[in-house]
């Protein structure tokens, strides 16, 4: 993970570069400059971090393709709909998540700091690019950060094939006496749309398991799954995989739990009314919910009691016996901590695909780029 053998054929970006050439464009397409800021920071954290996935390659198909279509506004505009001590909802309005989730979870961290915990629910938000950035958020003040949103249907529940609930991330990160944190940022899936679009983009099949058809069977067929996700012909399985045998239904109760927590307490919208198509198949927005959480450990008994704790368990559980053949145990966020090593000096890799969205975007908004990829 992050080293060149990895990404032969992708060009390496300086991380300014990437980040000042994505914060032109949503500028370009109209986002207020304050908010522009956000979102490419959150994209760049993304790449940064070696999460391929949500980084660079979902400007386009994710954000400005929708901005395009009209299902997502360039302006966010935010309401407070309900405040009380630890608590808030607030609606996003069809705006660009990274900013709705950006306020929420600020909220979150100052009700935290009062009252040692702290949560804000979220409707009528779009996508919000990794969950994991809002974790950050919270470690970065020294407190446990939890959050959580729906998505377009993609997962079958158990026993079933149609998909019915989102790839619904359950994000949960927190600071350690070690270089870096605990951030567990992942689906509720075996994996996610955007992990498949990086299969894709290398013209490689899945892997068995990732995905189930209407006859009940794995399917690996990466370009056709990418099209019949959109059409309800295949679904992705729940963490633990396709039926019980393998303990698939442990994701896909706890992607229930996301879903709830994304919708119920926010009177928000859930399962099929995420699909993103009116019932003569116009496409509309995807009006999301999120939640985010914020724990203070210096209402409990400490920051340092917690973190020397918290680092504690990471480095036994490193420490433990190994798999034959396995060279290393790693905790969550220890990848994207090496990643991170090598990206800093070497940039951000960025594929064939990504290159020509890279330019097409620059020569539709006329921006004064010339990329190193460029003969």
């Not at 300014?16 to 397409?29: D, H, P, S, Y």
């Not at 609930?165 to 994000?171: E, H, R, S, W």
């Not at 020397?308 to 990848?335: C, F, H, V, W």
Request: charged content about 25%; aromatic content about 8%; some cysteine.
């Amino acid at each position: 993970m992050g080293y060149a053998d990895d990404y032969k054929d992708c060009a390496w970006i300086d991380f300014e570069t990437m980040e000042k050439f994505m914060n032109e464009t949503l500028v370009a397409i109209g986002v207020p400059q304050d908010q522009a800021d956000i979102i490419s920071d959150v994209l760049i954290e993304s790449d940064k971090r070696g999460i391929d996935s949500h980084g660079i390659g979902r400007l386009k198909p994710i954000y400005l393709d929708r901005i395009d279509a009209g299902i997502m506004e360039t302006v966010t505009k935010i309401d407070i709909i309900k405040d009380e001590k630890a608590c808030s909802v607030l609606d996003g309005n069809n705006g660009l998540g990274h900013v709705v989730a950006k306020k929420a979870m600020e909220m979150a961290i100052d009700k935290a700091k009062e009252f040692g915990l702290g949560m804000t629910a979220v409707r009528n938000s779009t996508h919000y690019g990794i969950a994991g950035y809002y974790s950050l958020m919270a470690i970065k003040e020294g407190m446990i950060g939890i959050t959580g949103t729906n998505a377009r249907p993609s997962i079958a529940p158990t026993n079933g094939v149609e998909n019915m609930l989102g790839t619904n991330p359950l994000t949960i990160g927190f600071p350690t006496d070690e270089e870096f944190p605990f951030v567990l940022d992942c689906a509720t899936s075996v994996s996610q749309r955007g992990k498949i679009e990086v299969y894709g983009r290398a013209g490689k099949d899945l892997p068995p398991g990732w995905v189930i058809g209407l006859d009940g069977t794995t399917r690996t067929d990466t370009q056709q799954i990418l099209d019949d996700l959109n059409t309800g012909k295949a679904a992705l399985a729940p963490l633990g995989g396709i039926g019980e045998e393998t303990a698939g239904f442990k994701g896909y109760g706890y992607a229930t739990v996301v879903e709830v927590l994304s919708a119920a307490l926010q009177d928000g919208q859930y399962l099929k009314d995420l699909n993103g198509f009116d019932e003569n198949g116009k496409k509309i927005p995807y009006p999301l919910g999120h939640f985010f959480i914020a724990i203070d450990p210096a209402k409990f008994l400490g920051v340092d009691t917690f973190k020397k704790i918290a680092g504690n368990i990471m480095r036994d559980l490193r420490n433990s016996q190994k798999a034959p053949g396995a060279d290393k145990i790693y905790t969550a966020g220890e990848k994207e901590y090496e990643a991170w090593q090598y990206r800093k000096e070497h940039g951000c890799p960025v594929p064939p695909v990504l290159q020509k969205q890279m330019v097409v975007l620059r020569d539709r908004f006329n921006l004064n780029y010339k990329f190193n990829f460029e003969k």
